[in-house]
């Protein structure tokens, strides 16, 4: 029967899930998946934790809406304090919406109002950088550094100044860590002057970037030198932690190895493992203060589901889950073992140019020449192929986007799986994408 559903790709028809266990999902006709993606890096605690839906029975039988323009709920209260509780001695206070999308605009309208309660109101442009995503709404995708999503609806988006990322492997300079001097960071600064630092609100970056150039973390320098940027421009910093925080990298914030502190961060998929749809924008005393300052202490935002009573519920639970069983910091000791088995894929195969990323957010990158990073061209379908081989013996893959080489094409793939992962599922992965690659890459002329 033809399904109701207008489906993502309308010609391809999707399997029903029926279950989920651990790192293990399983579908209508029996087949099992390890999910090594945790569906689209969402998936922290696990799938199926049963606590979850046990303290839904037992405690949340009073939840009701409430708007939370009128009221508050113990629920959301007790999520701000168990994020602040793991949040940088900065961050005071979260604002809750339901997608990352959501929470990246609150983070730009928050840095708005920061200016204007500030009395600086021609502060109002957003720098993002290339190869970024952001989210799917029309003013995210402005901020989006994503050629291939932004064509279709390039007339609808506002202008926003772009600035090169901070990816070595293919540097925009064409130069080397550390001979380079972190040239990449000084393109902020040399975007701010030319905009006018005047008509600069905020910077947005993610700390370590998720699904345009999977798993780049940027050189040690890098954040500092924005920090310092920022500073002398009057520019405030959002990290969009969406997918590389909460715990996603080994850290409960991101960008905490840095050793800088971002004024906003904007969090979401982790915080509630899935279990229902929650984003975070967690704002610094620095930010708190303007607002408190100004003569309203008004934030001209929100939604029909800011701060919903349910998903905060859930996020609690998912919170005290991650702490009981140390999950916070659980992907930094997992994750060393993940990118020491990939690293060695690069060993078997000419085809894979560069495995990277931190915790449990890793990237592989696919070339057709290994000296000068030379991208297959799109015809070869090297990333499809390889996920498709990986699907087939069973294990979830996420293709990166077709843009890493700069617009131009360009292979990799993502694999964010559940926080609980083993290390004998970790080498179900490897060894699968390993045969997925030897596979595909028997077929192309021999890398060079
Ligand atoms: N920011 C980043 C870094 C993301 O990876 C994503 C989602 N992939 C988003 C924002 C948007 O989140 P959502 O899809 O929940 O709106």
């Known amino acids: ?19 989920g266990e651990g790192v293990f999902l399983y579908d209508a006709k029996g087949r099992r998946y390890l999910d090594a993606v945790g569906g ?3 998936v922290s605690i696990g799938h199926g934790v049963k606590e979850i839906y046990e303290a839904v029975g037992r405690e949340a039988a009073n939840i009701t809406y409430a708007f939370n323009g009128h009221f508050t709920t113990r629920w959301q209260e007790e999520l701000a304090e168990a994020i602040l509780s793991v949040a940088p001695p900065e ?118 970037i998720g699904t345009s150039v999977t798993g780049v973390v940027p050189v040690p320098e890098y954040y500092k030198k924005v920090r310092e940027i920022c500073d002398r421009h009057d520019v405030l910093f959002i990290a969009d932690e969406v997918l590389c925080g909460y715990g996603r990298t080994g850290y409960p914030f991101a960008i905490q190895p840095w050793g800088v502190s971002a004024d906003i961060v904007t969090m979401g998929k982790a915080i509630t493992s899935g279990y229902a749809p929650l984003s975070a924008t967690v704002a610094s005393a620095r930010v708190v203060d303007a607002f408190m300052r100004s003569p309203s202490g008004e934030f001209t935002h929100g939604s ?80 499809e192929r390889i996920v498709a081989g990986a699907r087939r013996r069973g294990v979830m893959l996420i293709p990166g986007m077709k843009d890493a080489n700069y617009g131009k094409g360009g292979d990799h793939i993502q694999i964010t799986p559940p926080y609980v992962i083993s290390e004998a599922e970790v080498d179900m992965i490897v060894d699968v994408l390993d045969e997925a690659i030897g596979e595909v890459a028997a077929t192309l002329p021999s890398a060079g």
Request: positive net charge; aromatic residues 10%.
């Open 40 to 42: 689209t890096s969402v």
């Open 304 to 383: 029909t589901h800011s701060g919903n009573a349910m998903s905060c519920f859930i996020g609690l639970q998912v919170h005290k889950y991650m702490r009981e069983h140390n999950l916070f910091a659980r992907p930094g000791q997992i994750g060393g073992y993940l990118h020491e088995r990939l690293a060695g894929l690069a060993d078997k195969h000419a085809i894979v140019g560069d495995t990277r990323g931190r915790g449990l957010l890793a990237g592989v990158e696919f070339v057709a020449d290994r000296k000068s990073h030379r991208p297959w061209p799109a015809d070869a379908r090297v990333t």
């Open 1 to 19: 029967m033809e399904s109701a559903v207008f489906y993502r790709n309308l010609r391809n028809p999707l399997e029903r899930i029926v279950r």
């Open 91 to 208: 961050m005071a206070k979260v604002y809750f919406m339901c997608s990352g999308s959501e929470a990246n605009e609150t983070a730009v309208k928050m840095a708005r109002q920061y200016h204007l309660h500030r009395g600086k109101p021609t502060k109002h442009k957003i720098i993002a950088r290339w190869q970024s995503y952001h989210g799917i709404t029309l003013g995210m995708l402005a901020l989006s550094g994503r050629p291939s999503w932004r064509e279709p609806f390039d007339p609808y988006l506002m202008a926003v100044p772009h600035i090169s990322p901070p990816y070595c492997y293919r540097c925009p300079y064409g130069k080397t860590y550390p001979d380079c001097a972190v040239a990449c960071a000084d393109e902020l600064e040399r975007c701010i002057l030319q905009e006018g630092p005047d008509t600069v609100a905020a910077f947005i970056a993610e700390p370590v």
